[in-house]
């Protein structure tokens, strides 16, 4: 009678376990499908958002740059499109400058549309905060117009005062290349370190010196700078 009654318990306490074990699995199941549930509906708004906001956001992001190009070629009636030649060895270039992207260039055009210049997107990955993003703009001679920063995450109070220290120090420019030094810059090829910032500083003058160099190697100008 024991046993018979201890194997009844055993059946029972299996069906109990069978039970709760199907629960769970059920449970699991049904979460699973609310998860995925969720994340279809997810997928559905933030696709919807991103085909909502690209085209606000790429209208915006060209405006922004047509500033940059008007900011470093001022005499420029209009722009062309990109010309940058993906095809080029770019070897020596990167040689110089392995720190340094150009990302992009284009022509400055005047009312006829002549070109004037160039105006080159270029990229230092050397500052101290991260990459550092500006437009050049350099005449048909080499003589720089100036800079535009675009994105800098330099350091508060330092890397972050380049627009206001640096930038100013590029305007109207006839050299090869930029050197940086401390304490004052004393001949036109001279810039004049941020203080506390020297990093930031050699940053946007390498990819200055950088935008100079492919201009000189791959569009054939800049011949008779001064020093």
């Known amino acids: 009678m024991n046993d018979q009654f201890k194997s009844i318990k055993a059946i029972e306490q299996s069906e109990r376990r069978n039970r709760r074990n199907n629960k769970e699995i059920k449970e699991f199941i049904i979460n699973t499908l609310i998860m995925i549930a969720i994340a279809l509906v997810a997928g559905g708004v933030l696709g919807f958002v991103h085909e909502l906001t690209k085209e606000p956001i790429a209208t915006m992001a060209a405006r922004e740059k047509q500033a940059a190009n008007s900011k470093v070629f001022e005499s420029a009636a209009s722009f062309s499109e990109t010309i940058l030649d993906e095809s080029l060895d770019l070897s020596e270039y990167e040689a110089l400058y392995p720190g340094v992207d150009i990302t992009d260039c284009i022509q400055a055009l005047d009312d006829n549309g002549n070109a004037l210049g160039y105006v080159f997107e270029v990229t230092s990955h050397e500052g101290y905060g991260g990459d550092i993003v500006f437009s050049a703009g350099i005449n048909n001679d080499g003589s720089l117009n100036g800079i535009f920063i675009t994105s800098i995450s330099e350091t508060a109070g330092l890397g972050m005062r380049a627009p206001d220290v640096l930038v100013p120090q590029f305007i109207d ?55």
């Open 173 to 227: 420019k006839y050299v090869s290349s930029f050197e940086v030094v401390k304490g004052g810059a004393s001949t036109p090829s001279q810039i004049d370190a941020i203080s506390g910032a020297t990093i930031t500083s050699k940053a946007v003058t390498n990819g200055v010196n950088a935008a100079l160099e492919y201009f000189r190697i791959y569009l054939n100008g800049g011949e008779g700078h001064e020093s």
